[in-house]
């Protein structure tokens, strides 16, 4: 199973981006999808998650600013940022709980990263 993530790039602040990301190989069925980033000397934290049914969770940081969506049928997620801050800068990375066969185990499965930079 692979992530292939894109759409990252460098923007003012108060601009927009939006980081798509796109899972394919073995693949029987995906949970939870997420967004992840990792700052500049800092640990990486959650951005935003999605489950299968479409519920989402938000960091504060975030919340009202970006929103995440995901396409089931294509096996995709999309994170939409808008209003973006300087603190935003970061490698985001996406993520996807992947189920590969019918009776098997859920294994966590990461993309490879796409850099936001946010000038102020």
């Known amino acids: 199973v692979q992530l292939q993530a894109c759409g990252g790039g460098l923007v003012q602040a108060g601009g927009s981006l939006r980081l798509s990301c796109a899972a394919s190989g073995s693949i029987f069925r995906i949970d939870d999808m997420g967004w992840y980033r990792r700052a500049p000397g800092k640990q990486r934290e959650l951005v935003a998650s999605i489950t299968s049914g479409g519920s989402t969770n938000y960091a504060d940081s975030v919340k009202g600013r970006f929103t995440i969506s995901r396409d089931n049928a294509k096996n995709t997620v999309s994170l939409q940022m808008n209003s973006l801050k300087p603190e935003d800068t970061a490698v985001y990375y996406c993520?996807?709980?992947?189920?590969?066969?019918?009776?098997?185990?859920?294994?966590?499965?990461w993309g490879q990263g796409t850099e936001v930079t946010v000038s102020s």
């Open positions: 993520n996807a709980d992947v189920k590969r066969r019918r009776y098997g185990l859920t294994a966590d499965y």
